[in-house]
């Protein structure tokens, strides 16, 4: 009976770790760098999926952020960011930071910082 038990332990902790590769093999990385009032990617075009955005202060000289919304909506209102892109904490002067995993559809983003300030024009296409 003990060996039976230990079998099935171990069948279900392989499809758990596979399931967890899986997960994490999915999600795909977009690298955005900002220079003093710019980002230098302009417009980036991926394909749909799960993306984590991580955002580079290339010496800016103070803390910066990332917003991402959907093109056409007020970028005025927090209601519209995509709040899952936000960096999880401000990227300090030489520093990089990641968002959460956000889940991207077909469409048209912009995105910007607040905080450096970037035009609010860059463009990220998801085909």
């Known amino acids: 009976m003990k060996k039976v038990i230990a079998l ?9 770790t596979v399931n967890a590769q899986t997960e994490t093999e999915s999600i795909k ?3 955005l760098e900002q220079t003093p009032g710019e980002f230098t ?3 980036v075009t ?9 955002i580079s202060n290339n010496n800016v000289g103070h803390d910066v ?3 991402l919304v959907e ?11 995509i709040q899952t892109a936000y960096v999880t904490e401000v990227v300090a002067s030489g520093k990089t930071q990641k968002s959460k995993p ?11 910082c ?3 300030p970037t035009a609010t024009d860059n463009l990220l296409i998801v085909k």
């Not at 991926?46 to 991580?54: K, P």
């Open 8 to 16: 099935v332990f171990a069948v279900i902790g392989t499809a758990l």
């Open 29 to 31: 990385l977009i690298s």
């Open 41 to 43: 990617k302009k417009q």
């Open 46 to 54: 991926v394909n749909e999926g799960i993306y984590v955005f991580e």
């Open 65 to 67: 952020g990332f917003v």
């Open 71 to 81: 093109k056409g909506k007020d970028i005025s209102k927090p209601e519209n960011h």
């Open 102 to 112: 956000t889940s991207l559809t077909k469409g048209e983003y912009v995105y910007f």
């Open 114 to 116: 607040p905080m450096n």
